[in-house]
């Protein structure tokens, strides 16, 4: 099947087709596709930008001003045995975990354009560095589709062991560069000036911005569309030939495609250990919306997608296993919940005046944190 995928004539017929097919269902239903639109819009300005903007602001200044670098001599002993990477590459970790989606994959692509880490650490740290944020999984998941913490703190402590143990199988990924056991890390604060690298990093934190933003349109019109047209229905049917149940097949199609719609559809199932480890697999796979924002940054990178998309694929996976067995073994009582009635209808009605301020004071205490860890390493150390 794949031999014949490669036919240029075949491609070109598919995408011909897909196209034309994209127009009619536009054309046929107008109304739908500014409704997902509309919702994708809100849920850009209500909670993409405010929480993701200060902490992609914070990336850049880490990085451009040498502060990751700094901590990378600390780190080293650590990261390099573990995930055979650079310690720097830290960085992109905690911030992944802290900030979610796709803070992880840019701080690394970040690390890679300094020359911090090689091609082949930086894909290694793909894989398993791009995470969710505890706010979503916490607040969002937990209590609000299924109304409980305890099942909030397990996801999320599923997603996080699920991600550590994908970098350890990924340490296996490639050969080990020769300049990677002797990376040059420049000093602190000199690889530019801080005007510099403060306006430099809002500019470009904003027009990453713009990106992320572009691709949650799209997939909020393009899920509405197939939702009208029943295209959901019809996927759900097939999976269920193949032996997906048919009571969570909808609930797998919206996940695959778009991380939020996905796990929000969970509200309307009775909550057990299937429901939440496809929860659980959702947060790992992410979505194809979050991959192609992060396939956005690595356009012109020269780095591999598959090592990032199968990573991602074994974080759900690995991440689903260990959620069914603690489910399975300890039984969770919780209520059921169905705040989210609505794809998206939870994010949507969020206020930008509230998560605004919040990030904004989580990012600049972040940013605080590091700079006393880097002067107190700066003392320890005689400043060299």
Not at 31 to 48: E, F, H, P, S, Y
Not at 63 to 82: C, I, K, N, T
Not at 130 to 144: D, E, K, M, Y
Request: net charge positive.
């Amino acid at each position: 099947m794949f031999r014949i995928l490669k036919k240029q004539v075949l491609r070109d017929s598919v995408v011909l087709i897909a196209l034309l097919t994209a127009a009619l269902a536009l054309v046929t239903a107008p109304t739908q596709a500014m409704t997902g639109a509309k919702n994708g819009l809100t849920l850009c300005c209500n909670v993409i930008i405010p929480s993701l903007f200060p902490f992609f602001v914070l990336s850049s200044l880490a990085v451009d001003l040498g502060l990751a670098a700094y901590l990378g001599r600390l780190l080293e002993g650590v990261m390099r045995p573990l995930f055979r990477v650079s310690g720097c590459c830290a960085m992109a970790v905690v911030l992944g975990f802290v900030g979610g989606y796709p803070l992880g994959a840019k701080t690394a692509l970040e690390l890679y354009r300094q020359g911090l880490c090689t091609k082949t650490e930086t894909e290694r740290l793909l894989a398993f560095c791009n995470n969710s944020g505890p706010a979503f999984i916490l607040g969002v998941v937990g209590a609000g589709i299924f109304g409980s913490g305890q099942i909030g703190l397990l996801l999320y402590a599923s997603h996080c062991v699920a991600s550590l143990l994908t970098g350890l199988l990924f340490r296996f990924y490639g050969h080990e560069d020769q300049r990677a056991k002797t990376t040059s890390y420049p000093k602190p604060i000199a690889a530019t000036t801080i005007p510099a690298a403060f306006t430099n990093g809002v500019v470009r934190s904003f027009s990453n911005l713009l990106n992320i933003c572009a691709f949650v349109i799209f997939f909020s019109a393009l899920l509405q569309l197939m939702s009208h047209f029943g295209v959901f229905t019809a996927i759900a049917r097939l999976l269920s030939l193949v032996g997906v149940s048919s009571r969570y097949a909808p609930q797998l199609v919206a996940g695959l495609l778009e991380l939020t719609s996905g796990v929000s559809s969970l509200g309307g199932v009775a909550s057990s250990a299937g429901s939440i480890s496809m929860a659980a697999f959702m947060l790992g796979w992410a979505g194809l919306s979050v991959h192609c924002q992060v396939l956005c940054f690595l356009i012109d990178s020269g780095l591999s997608a598959r090592t990032y998309l199968l990573g991602k694929f074994l974080h759900g996976l690995i991440s689903a296993a260990l959620t069914y067995l603690v489910t399975t073994l300890f039984p969770l009582t919780y209520p059921v919940s169905y705040y989210l009635t609505t794809q998206t209808q939870t994010l949507t009605q969020l206020d930008f005046r509230h998560i605004l301020p919040v990030t904004l004071v989580t990012a600049v205490l972040c940013w605080m944190a590091l700079v006393a860890l880097c002067r107190f390493l700066a003392g320890k150390t005689g400043g060299k």
